[in-house]
């Protein structure tokens, strides 16, 4: 099998194309020079495919890493915050939103209110506590960090959209910064 015929295509919402183009194909370019892959975006289906560039791209993942790059874009990421994927230590996880607000629009706009909460405030205050980059787009939201990052980031997404209130949502937040601070010192004395 050639390499040439080692492809992927990832379907993007067409007022997501710009982006991932970027100005005079900048972050086309880079997305293309990180990840060693060719990718060929047609603006008119929505289409992005990922081709690997030459045999030496088989062995590195970069295909993968073009593929979550192009996902996290398509969810309303910037490319600055999608190519934090390029560690291996960072994923992208999304929730779709659908699974708790049903099919109500009212609920959905709701839910995705709370999360992002005045003036961006909860959002903001969400990626200091975990570390995690926090997007909400159509009814997606994403997140980008580390397994630790995005599992607690996840939690309190979770807990808001099931009904929580903010104030339980930083009590549980809180209290797992200083379970985290406890452990440091705990490690420190050993150390000693």
């Known amino acids: 099998m050639a390499f040439e015929n080692i492809f992927k295509v990832i379907k993007v919402s067409k007022d997501r194309i710009g982006v991932i183009v970027g100005k005079k194909g900048s972050v086309k370019s880079e997305i293309e020079s990180k990840c060693n892959i060719t990718l060929d975006v047609d603006g008119d289906t929505g289409d992005v495919t990922i081709r ?33 994927l390029l560690s291996d230590e960072s994923l992208l996880q999304l929730v779709d939103l659908r699974e708790y607000s ?37 009814h997606f939201v994403g997140f980008i960090g580390t397994y630790d990052e995005t599992s607690l980031a996840l939690n309190a997404i979770l807990m808001i959209c099931k009904g929580s209130s903010h104030k339980s949502v930083y009590h549980m937040l809180e209290e797992h910064n200083r379970r985290k601070k406890l452990a440091k010192m705990d490690l420190w004395e050993k150390i000693k």
């Open 52 to 84: 690997l560039k030459n045999e030496a791209s088989i062995t590195n993942s970069g295909i993968f890493k073009a593929s979550e790059i192009i996902m996290a874009i398509s969810k309303g990421f910037s490319p600055e915050r999608a190519y934090r």
């Open 102 to 138: 049903g099919k109500s629009m009212n609920s959905l706009d709701r839910i995705k209110s709370r999360l992002i909460g005045q003036s961006g405030k909860f959002r903001k205050n969400l990626e200091d506590f975990s570390g995690a980059d926090i997007s909400i787009y159509g």
